[in-house]
């Protein structure tokens, strides 16, 4: 059975920095068009950042040139590693497959971990 599990989550002040680790475990797990998404209180589900098979990389347009996603093939993990954290990207962190930013998906979704930026 596949599983995700998200760690690295936790509490910084504006301006700091984290790093969220997805590592993957089960049988058939692929890391491949792997995504990251957050839901802040209150609000719906987003994706945030998402890394493709061949290397491309999309991010929302909040966390350009702040967030980094990366594989890390050897670990089957993928990281996401966030700069100059805001108070608004406090949130709930998933990682799943990209294709669960589709609407009308059944993905199932883990527990995440949790960041919370104060100013």
């Known amino acids: 059975q596949v599983q995700l599990v998200e760690s690295g989550g936790g509490s910084v002040q504006a301006g700091g920095s984290l790093r969220l680790s997805c590592a993957a475990s089960g049988t058939g797990v692929s890391l491949g068009n792997i995504a990251w998404y957050r839901q802040a209180p209150g609000k719906q589900r987003e994706l945030v950042a998402s890394?493709?098979?061949?290397?491309?990389?999309n991010y929302a347009d909040s966390v350009k040139d702040r967030f980094t996603i990366s594989r890390l093939i050897a670990k089957n993990t993928v990281t996401l590693q966030m700069n100059s954290l805001k108070p608004e990207d406090t949130a709930v962190y998933y990682c799943?497959?990209?294709?669960?930013?589709?609407?009308?998906?059944?993905?199932?979704w883990g527990q995440g971990t949790q960041v919370t930026v104060s100013s």
């Open positions: 799943n497959p990209a294709s669960c930013a589709s609407s009308g998906s059944t993905c199932s």
């Open positions: 890394l493709a098979w061949n290397g491309v990389t």
